[in-house]
């Protein structure tokens, strides 16, 4: 069965400098989908970035990119020029085909609380 | 454009009442899917749709019950509600294919 581990429960980071988020994961696919969801105290779920597993190249969006390592199944999130507003709880989800039911199948992990100090 | 709206976005509950938490989706998409969030367990699939008529149980779907007769709607059901069914409780939708999830803002319910 698929897993997703974020070791780190909290962490802290100044404001403008940068911080990085661990997420692992533990699969035997090869083709499945990787994501890293935002929750800020507003309680709304967002979503920062997806990573496909077949593509090599690193994504990004803006401040915000990953570090996929596919062979050691790691998935980190960088997060550049910390703002506060980016104060959240951070998820890490693995999506995969399911064979049995045709269907997308998530799993999340359980979250890392950042904070961003001034 | 509103997205997924969740009502309502607070709710307390004696034991053993019933309620339903309210979830509507305006893009068209097929799959909708209601999660519950506790502290330490992330989110847990409780229920999901895959469209309209076509509903299936999550990895806790004890004490909810879910319908779907239309593709914008997806209501989840408590039908006697417990003091463990106490969490926050999110609604989200999304196309069919491997893409990530539009939520609603939640409902964080208290069951005392």
């Known amino acids: 069965a698929q897993t997703v581990t974020q070791s780190q429960p909290e962490m802290s980071v100044q404001e403008a400098e940068t911080v990085t988020l661990s997420c692992t994961y533990d699969?035997?696919?090869?083709?499945?989908?990787l994501f890293w969801y935002k929750q800020p105290p507003s309680r709304q779920m967002i979503l920062v970035i997806r990573?496909?597993?077949?593509?090599?190249q690193n994504a990004t969006e803006n401040r915000f990119s990953v570090n996929f390592q596919k062979a050691a199944k790691s998935f980190s999130l960088k997060i550049s020029d910390s703002q506060l507003g980016d104060t959240a709880m951070y998820f890490c989800?693995?999506?995969?085909?399911?064979?049995?039911?045709?269907?997308?199948?998530?799993?999340f992990g359980t979250g890392t609380r950042l904070k961003v100090l001034a | 454009n509103a997205g997924v709206t969740q009502t309502p976005k607070f709710q307390v509950l004696k034991t053993g009442q019933s309620m339903t938490l309210q979830c509507a989706q305006d893009?068209?998409?097929?799959?909708m899917s209601w999660y519950r969030q506790d502290p330490g367990m992330g989110l847990r699939l409780i229920h999901y749709?895959?469209?309209?008529?076509?509903?299936d149980q999550g990895e806790v779907p004890n004490g909810y019950n879910v319908s779907r007769s239309t593709t914008e709607d997806f209501p989840l059901r408590l039908l006697s509600a417990a003091p463990s069914q106490t969490s926050v409780y999110f609604c989200?939708?999304?196309?069919?294919?491997?893409?990530?999830?539009?939520f609603g803002s939640g409902t964080r319910l208290t069951v005392v």
């Open positions: 989200a939708s999304r196309t069919s294919g491997p893409y990530g999830y539009t």
């Open positions: 699969t035997s696919e090869n083709n499945y989908y």
């Open positions: 990573q496909e597993a077949y593509k090599q």
């Open positions: 989800a693995f999506m995969k085909l399911s064979e049995m039911s045709g269907t997308y199948k998530y799993i």
């Open positions: 893009m068209n998409h097929e799959y």
């Open positions: 749709s895959v469209g309209a008529g076509i509903t």
